[in-house]
C-alpha cells in the first residue's frame, strides 16, 4: 500500500514538473498617451502672437520636420472685397494621410481683431480632430452656438455688389523742404462664380518744395509737381473651370509719363491649367489681350507727334505655388504694337520662398524688363531738377532689381511663448 502510494505521488509531482508553469494573469496595458500636438503653422499673414494666447491646447514648432501637423494657410480676396482664409492640414508621422481643408471667410468690414478671432476659432475647429488623440482629450469640451438667424432663402439687396470710398493724404517738412500728398479712389466691384466685374476710378497728388542756399547768399525755391488720374474696368465671364473671357477698359492722366489722355480697350481670353477653384493654393495662367490705345500727350514726343492711334497685343503667362516646402510666384509678360512691331517689350518679375532643409531656408525676388515701345516721351533733354525729382520718364533700354538672402535657424523647437516687454509696438491697422 505504501509503495502504491508512494508511485502515485511521484508522478504528481513529475507531472507538475513536466507541464508549463502558468503565469499570472496581467493587466490589461493602458492606451498610449501622446503629449500635446505639435504643430508648424505656416501663414504668412497671421497674427502669430495671438494665436499662441488664444488657442494654447498644442505645441507650436519652428520647423515643419518636427511637427505632428502642418497648417498650410493660404488667401485670396473675395468677391465682397473680405479675405478668405484657406486652411490646410497636413497630417506627419502618426498622422499621415489625415488631411482636411477648411475656409474662413473675413468680411470687408471686419477689422483686424475680427479677422484674427475668426480665423483662431477655425484653427481650434481644425486641430480638433489630431487633439483627441494626444494627452488632454479629456479636458477638450465641445460647444455649439445655435443659428437664430433663418439663412435659407436670404436674398442680397445689393445683387453682390460691393461699393468703397476712400481718401488718404499726409504733409511733411523740415526746415528746407517740405511735402504734401493726397490720394483717393472710388470702386465697385460684383463677383460670382459666373462673373466678375469690376470698376475703379483713383487720383494722387503730390508735391515737394525745396530751399537751396546759393554762395551768394541768396536761396533759390524749387518745387516738383506729380498728378495721376485713372479710372479702369473689367469684366469677365467664367466660360469652364479652365478658360474664362474678358474685356477692360482703361483712361489715364499722367504728368510722369507725359500723357494728357491715354486710353486702352482690349477684349481677352485666359487659361488655366489647374482649376481656377484650386487659386489659393496653385495657379498657372495663361493670359492674351488685344487692345485699341488712343494717346494725347502733353509735350510733343521724339516722334514728332502730339497724337497717335495705336493697336497692340499682350501675353502673359503666370505662375503661383504655394506649397509645404515654400512658396514661388512669378509672371512674365509680352506686349508689342501691331502698327509699329519694331515697339514692343518683354518683362518677367518674381519670387520664391524655399525651404531647403529643417531651418534653412533661401529666398528670392528678381524683376527684369527690356523696353523698346517709350512712344510717349517727350522730346528734348531732361533737365537736372527733373531727373533728381523724378518729374519724368527717360529713355531706358532696361529695368532691373534682384534681392536675395538665406536664413537659418536651430536650438528649441518649440515656439509657444509671446513675451512682448520692450518690443516696441506693432501698428496693424
Not at 72 to 81: I, K
Not at 113 to 123: H, I, Q
Not at 238 to 256: A, Q, R
Not at 289 to 306: A, C, F, L, Q, S
Amino acid at each position: 500500500m505504501m509503495r502504491r502510494l508512494s508511485l502515485c505521488v511521484l508522478w504528481l509531482a513529475l507531472a507538475r514538473v513536466a507541464s508549463p508553469a502558468q503565469a499570472p494573469a496581467q493587466p490589461a496595458a493602458a492606451p498610449q498617451s501622446h503629449p500635446l500636438v505639435r504643430v508648424f503653422l505656416d501663414c504668412p499673414r497671421c497674427d502669430e502672437d495671438y494665436l499662441k494666447r488664444e488657442v494654447t491646447f498644442i505645441d507650436y514648432v519652428r520647423n515643419r520636420e518636427d511637427a505632428d501637423v502642418h497648417v498650410l494657410v493660404t488667401t485670396q480676396e473675395t468677391g465682397g472685397g473680405g479675405v478668405q482664409f484657406t486652411l490646410k492640414f497636413i497630417g506627419i508621422g502618426r498622422f499621415h494621410g489625415q488631411e482636411q481643408t477648411l475656409t474662413y471667410n473675413s468680411p470687408q468690414t471686419a477689422t483686424s481683431d475680427e479677422r484674427r478671432a475668426g480665423f483662431a476659432e477655425r484653427l481650434r475647429v481644425g486641430l480638433v480632430r489630431y487633439a483627441v488623440d494626444s494627452s488632454i482629450v479629456d479636458r477638450l469640451r465641445v460647444s455649439f452656438e445655435k443659428d437664430t438667424a433663418a439663412k435659407a432663402g436670404q436674398r442680397d439687396p445689393w445683387n453682390y455688389w460691393v461699393f468703397r470710398i476712400g481718401t488718404s493724404g499726409d504733409v511733411n517738412g523740415e526746415e528746407l523742404s517740405k511735402g504734401r500728398a493726397f490720394r483717393g479712389s472710388v470702386s465697385a466691384t460684383r463677383t460670382t462664380d459666373a462673373w466678375r466685374m469690376g470698376f475703379e476710378a483713383s487720383g494722387r497728388y503730390n508735391d515737394n518744395k525745396f530751399l537751396i542756399d546759393e554762395e551768394d547768399g541768396s536761396r533759390t525755391t524749387i518745387v516738383s509737381v506729380n498728378r495721376r488720374l485713372e479710372t479702369e474696368g473689367i469684366v469677365v465671364k467664367s466660360l469652364t473651370p479652365h478658360w474664362s473671357l474678358g474685356f477692360s477698359g482703361d483712361v489715364e492722366s499722367e504728368t510722369f509719363r507725359n500723357f494728357e489722355l491715354r486710353t486702352r480697350i482690349a477684349p481677352g481670353i485666359e487659361y488655366d491649367v489647374f482649376p481656377y477653384a484650386e487659386s489659393s493654393r496653385r495657379l498657372l495662367t495663361v493670359n492674351y489681350t488685344v487692345g485699341y490705345d488712343y494717346h494725347r500727350y502733353r509735350e510733343i514726343t521724339i516722334y514728332d507727334k502730339m497724337r497717335a492711334q495705336l493697336l497692340d497685343h499682350r501675353l502673359e503667362g503666370g505662375i503661383s505655388l504655394r506649397q509645404p516646402w515654400g512658396s514661388i510666384s512669378a509672371v512674365t509678360n509680352f506686349s508689342q504694337y501691331l502698327t509699329d512691331p519694331s515697339k514692343y517689350s518683354v518683362g518677367t518679375f518674381g519670387g520664391a520662398n524655399i525651404r531647403v532643409f529643417k531651418g534653412f531656408a533661401v529666398n528670392v525676388f528678381g524683376e527684369f524688363s527690356r523696353t523698346r515701345d517709350q512712344v510717349y516721351l517727350p522730346r528734348g533733354q531732361a533737365s537736372t531738377e527733373e531727373i533728381l525729382l523724378r518729374q519724368r520718364q527717360l529713355a531706358t533700354g532696361y529695368q532691373y532689381f534682384v534681392n536675395f538672402g538665406v536664413s537659418y535657424s536651430f536650438g528649441s523647437i518649440f515656439n509657444n511663448i509671446v513675451n512682448p516687454r520692450f518690443g516696441g509696438v506693432n501698428f496693424d491697422f
